[in-house]
């Protein structure tokens, strides 16, 4: 299946963050290795450089697990929100409470999106049913009422 197809056989607003992850992830990995404003010595020495390469290498991991169905993968979004806030705490140590209610607000949105919003849902088991059937070789339809 083509990246293409991929893309129109998953939720829009899903499909929106794929996009968005492949490129904000491929821009990290680029600007962590090929700083432009800064050093390199100086980006790397205050730990940044470091945070910006994983920051991108799980935004790129994010990004094709959705694409392949990989159910686990949804646990890796609220993770995003958390190593965000370890950074931002140590950037940003005097601002504490709004970086805590921030991380509340997005994992609670995250949540729900991937684990309850039903379109998201049949996304993801869509997969676990298309290789149930190949197993069994039954019909799709067949699968999903064991389910």
């Not at 993770?79 to 997005?106: D, G, K, N, R």
Request: aromatic share 12%.
């Amino acid at each position: 299946m083509s990246f293409i197809a991929k893309l129109k056989s998953m939720p829009s607003t899903l499909a929106g963050l794929t996009c968005l992850f492949l490129i904000c992830g491929a821009l990290c990995i680029m600007g962590a290795l090929f700083p432009n404003r800064i050093t390199r010595a100086e980006l790397w020495s205050s730990w940044d450089g470091l945070i910006i390469l994983i920051t991108g290498i799980v935004m790129m991991m994010f990004s094709l697990s959705v694409l392949r169905r990989i159910r686990w993968i949804r646990y890796l979004w609220p993770t995003i929100f958390a190593v965000m806030l370890v950074h931002s705490l140590i950037v940003f140590p005097e601002e504490v409470i709004e970086q805590i209610l921030a991380l509340i607000v997005w994992f609670m949105i995250s949540s729900w999106y991937f684990f309850r919003k039903k379109t998201v849902v049949h996304y993801f088991n869509q997969a676990v049913i298309n290789k149930t059937s190949k197993a069994e070789g039954s019909s799709p339809q067949r699968s999903l009422s064991r389910l």
